[in-house]
């Protein structure tokens, strides 16, 4: 069946009521356009797992924290529809600003300790954007399965956290990070990067290796991992390091060690293009975790 896109809430209702009416289930995959392979391995992972494929493609104002960074973020919507069609999308939803924030709109979705930490100093407000957007697409969908990429481990976690709360009936799926060769998470701001800068981000995974191999020598230290990190990062001249820590997956604080395992999150900018990537490091092998 050919594609279709919607613009209005509305219509979206109609085409995902029709599909639930034929016992269809509805999987959403909410993208912000300039698609890659990262966002259509979501979109072959929803067609796996849900009859009718929602896709939405909308730049989320209220989620920027910088203007230039909305007014720069890449835009190609013709290409967009077109590669998801390709992909299997059912239907992609694009709506308008004012068909998502409506004239005297006024309520904000927040979790608030996963809100104000890591990429929330850095970004603030950025958090409560996403949350309260993606609580609405997935309420205007009346989606079945929401998938989110782990690239963006925080905003995963920040969703899990809100939809439990909430007790908004959707199953969120997380999806793995998908890579350039050199080992770059894939990302819509990569194509901002100069050439310089783009060969120089593939230090952000490199470091995250590198924690990896070292904690596979039995270092579980997690202050030791992140200087290390650290270090490997600010090595390069082009990157300027946010972040290099270790966390728990759930609640993300700090941990001491990775006896019982951990995630590394990083973020560097390079130039006026922040990055982040991430990995779930384990204890040595052979390492018995002791409780
Ligand atoms: P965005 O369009 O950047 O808001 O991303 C839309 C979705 O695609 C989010 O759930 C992202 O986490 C996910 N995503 C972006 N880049 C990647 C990647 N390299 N691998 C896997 N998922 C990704």
């Known amino acids: 069946m050919a594609m279709n896109t919607v613009e209005?809430?509305?219509d979206l209702r109609i085409a995902v009521n029709g599909?639930?009416?034929s016992g269809?289930?509805?999987?959403?995959?909410p993208t912000m356009g300039a698609l890659h392979q990262g966002h259509l391995s979501l979109i072959e992972r929803a067609r796996t797992e849900c009859d009718f494929v929602v896709m939405s493609l909308f730049v989320n104002p209220t989620q920027f924290t910088d203007i230039e960074d909305f007014e720069k973020y890449p835009r190609d919507p013709i290409r967009d529809r077109a590669l998801a069609e390709k992909a299997g999308v059912s239907l992609v939803f694009e709506p308008g600003v004012g068909?998502?924030?409506?004239?005297?709109?006024?309520?904000?979705?927040?979790?608030r300790h996963l809100s104000d930490i890591l990429e929330g100093k850095s970004r603030p407000g950025h958090f409560q954007g996403v949350a309260t957007v993606v609580t609405k697409l997935i309420n205007m969908v009346g989606a079945d399965k929401a998938f989110f990429g782990e690239k963006d481990y925080q905003q995963l976690q920040v969703?899990?956290?809100v939809v439990e709360d909430?007790?908004?009936p959707v199953k969120i799926v997380g999806c793995p990070i998908v890579r350039e060769a050199d080992g770059l998470a894939m990302s819509s701001r990569n194509v901002r990067l100069s050439e310089r800068q783009r060969s120089a981000a593939a230090i952000l995974k490199k470091a995250l290796d590198y924690a990896q191999?070292?904690?596979d020598t039995g270092v579980h230290d997690a202050y030791a991992l992140r200087a290390w990190m650290a270090q490997t990062i600010e090595v390069e001249a082009e990157a300027k390091l946010d972040y290099a820590t270790i966390v728990d997956p759930d609640e993300l604080r700090d941990?001491?060690?990775i006896d019982s395992g951990g995630i590394a999150l990083v973020a560097a900018t390079f130039g006026k293009i922040r990055l982040i990537d991430n990995k779930v490091l384990k204890p040595a092998p052979g390492y018995e975790v002791r409780r």
């Open 8 to 10: 209005h809430v509305t």
């Open 19 to 21: 599909a639930k009416r």
């Open 24 to 29: 269809k289930t509805v999987g959403l995959v």
């Open 99 to 111: 068909d998502v924030y409506v004239k005297g709109f006024d309520t904000v979705v927040v979790a």
């Open 159 to 161: 969703v899990r956290r």
């Open 166 to 168: 909430l007790n908004i």
């Open 213 to 215: 191999e070292i904690a």
């Open 255 to 257: 941990v001491d060690t």
